[in-house]
């Protein structure tokens, strides 16, 4: 354990962020897999928008997230 103060608190803000990035991780996961799943337009809107959240909070790199949003966007035309 660390001893310094500012390196304490840094290991609790770790902690948090961590927590914080594993829940957007398993929910953009799960959103995924439902749209795979269940191909409605609901699903896949849904889901493009849970990856622009992930890509917009340093989860997800911007260009996996572009390509998932266009695979996404592949079967939202297809399902139309």
């Keep these: 354990m660390a001893n310094i103060k500012s ?7 770790i902690e948090r962020k961590t927590l914080r990035n594993k829940m957007i991780k398993s929910n953009l996961k799960t959103v995924l897999k439902k749209a ?22 340093g989860i997800m790199h911007k260009n996996k997230a ?9 079967k939202l035309n297809a399902a139309k």
Excluded: F, M
Excluded at 7 to 13: N, T
């Design 36 to 57: 795979d799943a269940e191909q409605t337009a609901e699903n896949i809107v849904l889901a493009i928008k849970k990856v622009d959240q992930a890509c917009a909070k």
């Design 7 to 13: 390196a304490k608190k840094r290991v609790k803000v």
């Design 66 to 74: 572009a390509r998932k949003k266009s695979q996404l966007a592949k």
